[in-house]
């Protein structure tokens, strides 16, 4: 059974709610390219990969373990974002392992692991030179 809450004076339903994040969108150049790396050096599993249009496919990815998905996808318009820093940060348990890890697998890190008060974290880059966090939990 859904949860019901009051928020300011009103009643609210757990199914009238956002519930979290279904994909998120990473823009890339050759979705061919971009599938190996995301599969081979990050260990991502495909979900879908259908026709999309007569430029791109629809491909989803899952990260095992997780319930979100990737979509390696590019709106038109939006082939501007490809090799940019992605608002997007990626977890893992030990980032200094990981980034030892993934190193040896060919993925380039644009930063190696460092520590701060809140966290430590690295940033790696994909095939297209998109850029993004990994940090711990």
């Not at 339903?13 to 890339?28: C, F, N, Q, T």
Request: glycine share 8%; net charge negative; charged share 30%.
């Amino acid at each position: 059974m859904l949860a019901t809450q009051i928020l300011f004076g009103t009643e609210i339903k757990e199914d009238e709610m956002i519930r979290g994040i279904k994909l998120a969108s990473i823009p890339v150049r050759n979705q061919d390219v971009s599938l190996k790396f995301y599969t081979e050096k990050l260990g991502f599993k495909v979900l879908t990969d259908q026709p999309f249009s007569e430029k791109q496919r629809w491909i989803e990815l899952g990260i095992p373990g997780a319930e979100s998905r990737l979509v390696l996808f590019t709106p038109d318009g939006h082939e501007d974002r490809i090799g940019d820093f992605q608002p997007m940060t990626f977890w893992c348990d030990d980032v200094f392992a990981t980034t030892k890890t993934l190193k040896a697998k060919g993925v380039d890190f644009a930063k190696d692991p460092q520590t701060e008060t809140w966290g430590t974290f690295a940033i790696f880059k994909d095939a297209d030179g998109n850029q993004f966090v990994l940090s711990s939990r």
